[in-house]
Structure formats: C-alpha cells, structure tokens
C-alpha cells in the first residue's frame, strides 16, 4: 500500500468512527475492562542555575565593548522578571543590573513588571498596616477578629503567595524595597 492509500485508510476509519452511533451499553451486559488511565507527564521544569541569569545580564551591560556578543534570549529575561524579587536567586549586584535592564523594557512585558511590582508593594503596605494594627491591639490587650493569615485580595499565584507567606519580616521588607525600586522606574521611564 501506497503512502497515499494509507492517509485514505486512516481518513475512512477515522470518519467511521466519529459516524459511530454512540449508545449506552445496557446494565445487564458484562462490560469490558477499562483501560487505565494514562497520565500525561507534566513538562519537567528545568532549574536555571542563578548564575546564567548574571553572566546574561553581564553579557547585555558590556554588549558594546569589543569582542563580546550579546544576544537576546527570551528563558532568560522571562527567569529573571519571575525571580528578581528572591535574594537568594538573583543577587544585590545582579539586580542592579537588572534594574539598567529592564529601563529599555518596552511594551506588554514593561506594563507586566509594573503591575507586578505595584502588587508586591500594595501586598507589603497592607502586611504592615496588619502588623501594626495587631501590635497595637497586643497593647491594649485586645483580642485579634482575624484569623491571622496574611492572605492577599487573590491577585498573586498560588505558589507565589505560599512564597510570601513562608518569609520572614526581614526578607518581606527587602522584596518591598525591591518592588519599590523596580515600580520607580517603570513609571519613570514612562514619562
């Protein structure tokens, strides 16, 4: 048989069977083992090691000297913007460069990191106003109407939330400041 033939066979039999009344087998009647149900394998996730991401950023802040060559790589801007507000992945001094990089950000991806950044800082702010609300009534001896969870309005993912929940005050303050940092200039590069 012919290649042609085939696509033909595969066609009619595939007709067929979208033709095939689809009717209910009766109760009484044995019915055919089922199949097991496959998984589809989720996509394995590949861990960018941090300092690919600098030596990136590297590479962009000396693309104008000689000899070196910079060329745009889309997993890496997308792992940066995702991470930059972990310390432990991306660095004070690879964040620096990072803000000189996301300066030349432009369009969707700009209004993204700014909506992103903007959520992270009223995320904080709310934090805090909790925190001092609950510190001031621990001084008045009241007792807290929440339940205690620094749940946020759903605007963040999951994972990300689970995230800001597991920081300590610390760690909270300096994503606060990074978002800060990051908010300032996109709005001032807007202008």
Same mark, same amino acid.
């Given at each position: 048989?012919?290649?042609?033939?085939?696509?033909?066979?595969?066609?009619?039999?595939? @007709?067929?069977?979208?033709?095939?009344?689809?009717?209910?087998?009766?109760? /009484?009647?044995? @019915? !055919?083992?089922?199949?097991?149900?496959?998984?589809?394998? =989720?996509?394995?996730?590949?861990?960018?090691?941090?300092?690919?991401? !600098? $030596?990136?950023?590297?590479?962009?802040?000396?693309?104008?000297? =000689?000899?070196?060559?910079?060329?745009?790589?889309?997993?890496?801007?997308?792992?940066?913007?995702?991470?930059?507000?972990?310390?432990?992945?991306?660095?004070? &001094?690879?964040?620096?460069?990072?803000?000189?990089?996301? $300066?030349?950000?432009?369009? !969707?991806?700009?209004?993204?990191?700014?909506?992103? !950044?903007?959520?992270?800082?009223?995320?904080?702010?709310?934090?805090?106003?909790?925190?001092? /609300?609950?510190?001031?009534?621990?001084? /008045?001896?009241?007792?807290?109407? =929440?339940?205690?969870?620094? @749940?946020?309005?759903?605007?963040?993912?999951?994972?990300?939330?689970?995230?800001?929940? &597991?920081?300590?005050?610390?760690?909270?303050? @300096?994503?606060?400041?990074?978002?800060?940092?990051?908010?300032?200039?996109?709005?001032?590069?807007? &202008?």
């Amino acid at each position: 048989a012919t290649s042609e033939e085939k696509i033909v066979k595969k066609r009619r039999k595939a @007709k067929r069977k979208l033709e095939a009344p689809r009717t209910a087998a009766p109760e /009484n009647e044995e @019915k !055919a083992p089922e199949q097991p149900v496959r998984k589809k394998k =989720g996509r394995q996730q590949k861990v960018k090691d941090p300092t690919e991401a !600098a $030596s990136y950023l590297s590479a962009w802040k000396h693309r104008n000297e =000689g000899g070196n060559v910079w060329k745009f790589n889309k997993n890496a801007q997308s792992w940066l913007i995702r991470h930059m507000y972990e310390t432990e992945k991306v660095t004070k &001094s690879t964040f620096t460069t990072l803000t000189e990089y996301l $300066s030349g950000l432009q369009g !969707a991806t700009k209004t993204r990191v700014l909506e992103n !950044a903007t959520q992270r800082v009223i995320r904080y702010k709310n934090w805090e106003k909790k925190m001092d /609300n609950t510190k001031e009534e621990e001084d /008045n001896d009241d007792e807290a109407d =929440g339940d205690g969870d620094e @749940k946020d309005d759903g605007n963040d993912d999951e994972k990300d939330q689970e995230r800001w929940n &597991s920081l300590d005050n610390h760690n909270k303050r @300096k994503e606060y400041k990074r978002a800060r940092i990051i908010m300032d200039l996109m709005k001032r590069n807007e &202008s």
